[in-house]
């Protein structure tokens, strides 16, 4: 018995595991074919490959099964290489393709990917023996091979004769000529203007949905952004069926020069989001029939800014990046296709039946419930230990992207290693005492991961000692990380939010002590009482941006605490006359509910206080110190 193994629905080769893969009996595929009702009713034969298929583990077979399953060769790729979409999209793809290939690679006009194009190219191949592959019109390549090498050398042949034909033969400036003042601004400036527009770009991307966001400054977007074809290029859209899903049908361009202000830029870029929201509500429309799935919503998720670069979107970061990386494939492809010919992606309609596809409505259908935190990006100060590892490692296994920042960039970034890849979370250096380095940080976030929501102000430590023996330079220590250092990040950190108009929650980790009256304690528990007051007053100013500030009182959270382990906990065992590593048991018995407290315990609270659950409170502490009645708040 022959089997075909195919990639599952919406998986990815990168990731690729036997699990997402799915067999299915060769015989019983081809034998479809006989009962095939024609092309209006080809979305109905998937539900035939449940009949085809070979055991019960393995992923729900890809949409483009039939063009693997029915070709009559043992090995098929079915590929969206830069260079075969643009003899693709070109208008003359099909006499290219007689130059470049002859008759070994022949053209199969454009059909949306299903059982019919399956059918098509299978007759194609057998009436052409000699092919070893064809060109997808509007779409890719396909190519086959007796043996997976012989069909791996192929697929490699068509792209690597495609793009030396077009190395060879293009145009010069396929893009046209250079704009004035289009050109990409030196580095420094264009990463100051990329993070000043950010907020208020994924504002526009989260009008309807709330979004992660990707930057990028590739010079292949910033070359295309400087050179005079590119508006004209950007609105005929992208073509292959399998990258605008993800990019939508086009991108919303920024139409000012790279030189024009932020101000200006913003105002623009609003004007131009409500003609985008209304031209997409009008081709969803146009194109909409009794059955199809209800818009999807009508923002961007491509945003092009001249001499800046490419700000993409999606439900993660992952999502956001592919986005990203798919419009530079677009760009690539109409250099080629514009240096060769012209340009000439698929119809509005077929894009639509593509974008509103009942399979693909599917398979978005299919996928899970998204975590509560999804597409909310937190920064949390002095996460590289303690109490602030455990808050981000909470955060983002509840969905959130998380930067941690702390004072040791080597240990910021082994923590965000520890927690997750560079999709999940990203590690910095960032003292909270410093303005400038502070909005760096910010800076550095909302580029990575294309806004802000959530702020842990974290970042502390602690020197108890009586009156006397507290110095000034002990007060200004901890005044500075914890008091002022808190009000730097939420300054910073609320800018930002402000812009996004997507709310957003700010936490600060006070302490027991900042109410309690603990002894020798006077500077520490003074910076604490100022975090607390914070928290209140900035409930107030930032409650009308939808902006909830709310903090935790801890205590003796001995446990992976860098503040316990560095000298201070020995001093707190000696002067209870316990042993070291019995002092989180002891500081458990002087609690109501005699439990120690951990680092989790307080990244448990934070998580509650981030979640929908609690979206009605703001200017609140919640106590996390396992009952201590001295504490009480009230
Ligand atoms: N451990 C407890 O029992 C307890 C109780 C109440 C409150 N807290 C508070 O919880 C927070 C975390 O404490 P922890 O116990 O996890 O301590 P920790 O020492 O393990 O972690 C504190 C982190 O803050 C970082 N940090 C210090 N100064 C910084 C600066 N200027 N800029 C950026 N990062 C800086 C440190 O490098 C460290 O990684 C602190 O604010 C602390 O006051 C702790
Ligand atoms: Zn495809």
Redesign the pocket.
């Given at each position: 018995m022959e089997l075909l193994w195919v990639k599952g629905s919406g998986g990815d080769l990168a990731t690729l595991t036997p699990a997402g893969l799915a067999a299915l009996r060769l015989d019983r595929l081809r034998a479809l074919a006989s009962v095939y009702p024609g092309v209006d009713r080809e979305d109905e034969m998937v539900a035939g490959f449940d009949y085809c298929l070979h055991g019960k583990e393995g992923a729900a077979p890809s949409i483009d099964t039939a063009m693997h399953g029915l070709v009559g060769a043992a090995h098929v790729d079915h590929l969206h290489p830069d260079s075969g979409i643009a003899i693709a999209t070109a208008v003359d793809g099909e006499a290219l393709t007689k130059k470049i290939f002859g008759d070994t690679v022949v053209w199969v006009p454009w059909r949306r990917p299903g059982f019919q194009l399956g059918l098509d190219i299978a007759a194609m191949k057998d009436a052409n023996p000699q092919a070893i592959g064809c060109i997808l019109g509007g779409h890719g390549i396909t190519a086959w091979g007796d043996s997976s090498a012989e069909c791996e050398g192929n697929s490699l042949h068509i792209i690597e004769a495609a793009a030396a034909y077009i190395a060879g033969h293009s145009r010069p400036e396929p893009f046209g000529p250079v704009l004035d003042r289009y050109a990409a601004l030196p580095d420094q400036e264009r990463r100051a203007k990329a993070a000043a527009l950010a907020p208020t770009l994924r504002a526009i991307a989260s009008h309807d949905k709330p979004m992660v966001g990707h930057y990028t400054d590739a010079e292949a977007v910033l070359d295309f952004l400087a050179h005079a074809e590119h508006p004209r290029l950007a609105k005929l859209g992208t073509s292959c069926p399998d990258h605008f899903l993800r990019t939508k049908v086009k991108p919303l361009v920024l139409d000012l020069p790279a030189t024009a202000s932020v101000e200006d830029a913003i105002a623009r870029l609003t004007e131009l989001h409500s003609a985008y929201r209304a031209e997409y509500q009008a081709y969803y429309d146009r194109n909409a029939t009794r059955d199809s799935p209800a818009i999807r919503g009508a923002d961007p998720l491509i945003i092009l800014v001249p001499g800046v670069g490419m700000f993409s979107y999606g439900k993660d970061k992952q999502t956001a990046r592919v986005a990203g990386e798919f419009y530079v494939n677009a760009i690539n492809v109409m250099r080629g296709a514009e240096g060769l010919s012209t340009y000439a992606p698929i119809d509005e309609s077929e894009k639509f039946r593509i974008e509103y596809w009942a399979l693909e409505e599917a398979k978005l259908q299919r996928m899970p419930k998204p975590k509560p935190l999804a597409t909310r990006i937190a920064l949390v100060?002095?996460?590289?230990?303690?109490?602030?590892?455990a808050i981000a490692t909470r955060l983002a296994a509840e969905g959130a992207c998380v930067v941690v920042?702390?004072?040791?960039p080597d240990?910021a970034a082994a923590a965000a290693a520890e927690i997750g890849g560079t999709d999940v979370a990203v590690g910095l250096a960032?003292?909270?005492?410093d303005e400038a380095a502070v909005r760096a940080a910010v800076d550095t976030t909302v580029l990575t991961f294309g806004g802000l929501d959530l702020v842990v102000?974290?970042?502390?430590?602690?020197l108890s000692k009586p009156l006397l023996e507290t110095t000034v330079a002990d007060w200004d220590l901890q005044h500075?990380?914890?008091a002022k250092?808190s009000f730097i990040v939420s300054k910073a950190a609320a800018r930002v939010l402000i812009e996004q108009k997507l709310g957003g929650d700010i936490v600060y980790?006070?302490?027991?002590?900042s109410i309690f009256a603990g002894p020798s304690n006077i500077a520490?528990s003074a910076a604490?009482a100022d975090q607390a007051h914070q928290v209140r007053l900035l409930a107030a100013e930032l409650g009308e941006h939808g902006v909830r500030v709310n903090g935790i009182?801890?205590?003796?959270?001995?446990r992976?605490?860098?503040?316990?382990?560095?000298g201070w906990g020995a001093k707190r065992a000696a002067v209870y006359g316990v042993p070291e590593e019995e002092l989180g048991a002891h500081y458990a018995k002087r609690t109501l509910l005699k439990r120690e407290?951990l680092?989790e315990h307080?990244a448990n609270a934070v998580f509650a206080l981030c979640s929908a659950d609690l979206s009605h409170t703001t200017g609140l502490h919640i106590p996390v110190d396992a009952g201590v009645t001295a504490a009480f708040l009230r």
């Open positions: 100060t002095g996460a590289a230990s303690g109490i602030g590892k920042a702390d004072l040791d240990k960032a003292d909270v005492t102000n974290n970042a502390g430590l602690s500075n990380v914890m250092g980790i006070s302490s027991k002590n520490y604490k009182n801890p205590d003796g959270v001995v992976g605490s860098g503040i316990f382990a560095g407290v680092p307080v």
